[in-house]
């Protein structure tokens, strides 16, 4: 489904990411753990084109996309939850949600959508005319979550989406991912919880100063001793 072939990405002279290749088949949960700076983000922005990979290819679906634009690629099928949960805080949960929706131009399906997301996250339906500045960490990563559904994607990218929330609330972010990934969609997920990525994914790999170093299923990465020591703390 997506294939991303040799890329390198580059912040001004700095190489933030060396060479990398990697798939995701279409049903895989994919993740890509590895320390702070590792490029991780960098991935994911260059996959949903808020970057361009000054080298290599990134295909999904059997089209070149790694000159498309962020627009373009969304209308794809690709889904981006950023990493800090991003939500309009001055916007009202409802209009969130909308907003999530702005690649499809049928209103009636916008408003089915959104009530679906009602059923799945009720939180958000008592808060639907809430600034959602004024959501809790978790309620605000429910939002996050959801309008990135909104956009009926193939492939769903989350970055860090366990960052910053408290331990209860980790674990029912990691439901609903894997609720996402039952439904049909494919997930790609960056996480720096190691444990908890790789023990729900199908494959893994690891990035170490912007090269992917490592690559296998979630249970050949946990009995992985380097894995295991450098990050996993056992
Ligand atoms: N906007 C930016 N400008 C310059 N350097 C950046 C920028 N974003 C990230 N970097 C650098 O690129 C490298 C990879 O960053 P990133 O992909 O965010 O890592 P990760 O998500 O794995 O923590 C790091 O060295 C980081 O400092
Ligand atoms: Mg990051």
């Known amino acids: ?7 390198v990405c580059r912040y001004g002279k700095v190489n933030a990411l060396n060479d990398v290749s990697l798939t995701v088949e279409q049903g895989e949960l994919v993740t890509i753990i590895g320390a702070n700076g590792a490029g991780k983000s960098t991935t994911l922005k260059a996959i949903s084109g808020l970057l361009n990979p000054a080298e290599g290819s990134i295909r ?15 209308s794809m099928g690709i889904s981006h939850c950023p990493e800090g949960r991003r939500v309009f805080p001055q916007m009202t949960v409802h209009e969130n949600l909308e907003l999530g929706a702005y690649v499809c131009k049928d209103r009636g399906a916008v408003a089915g959508d959104i009530e679906k ?14 600034a959602a500045g004024t959501l809790s960490g978790g309620e605000q990563q429910m939002l996050a979550i959801a309008r990135a559904l909104m956009s009926r994607p193939k492939l769903i990218m989350f970055d860090e989406p366990s960052l910053g929330l408290a331990p209860n609330i980790v674990e029912k972010t990691f ?18 919880n190691a444990f908890a990525a790789l023990d ?11 090269r992917m170093t490592l690559q296998g299923t979630g249970q050949e ?14």
């Open 117 to 130: 997301m009602y059923e799945a996250f009720p939180r958000l339906k008592e808060r639907r005319e809430q």
């Open 1 to 7: 489904m997506l294939e991303l072939r040799n890329v």
């Open 200 to 210: 729900m994914c199908d494959r893994a790999y690891l990035y170490e100063s912007g």
């Open 221 to 234: 990465m946990i009995s992985d001793p380097h894995v295991r020591h450098a990050y996993l703390g056992g």
């Open 60 to 74: 999904f679906m059997g089209q070149d996309i790694s000159k498309a634009s962020a627009q373009q690629i969304i």
């Open 175 to 192: 439901d609903i991912i894997r609720k996402v990934r039952e439904s049909g969609t494919t997930v790609l997920m960056v996480e720096q």
